[in-house]
């Protein structure tokens, strides 16, 4: 699964090369948001670690 941070940077990377128009981006990025959002509400919750 990939983190937020990485797919902003994929969309941004994209927008920057011209492969897709900036509304395109962020409708995309909302789209993964609410998977990823979708997803880590049917997993169960993880344990905290101990530092």
Request: a positive charge; hydrophobic letters at 40%.
């Amino acid at each position: 699964m990939l983190r937020l941070q990485e797919l902003l940077q994929i969309h941004r990377t994209r927008a920057a090369a011209g492969n897709a128009t900036e509304r395109r981006v962020a409708l995309e990025t909302i789209r993964a948001l609410e998977e990823l959002r979708a997803y880590r509400q049917k997993e169960p919750p993880r344990a905290h670690r101990a530092r």
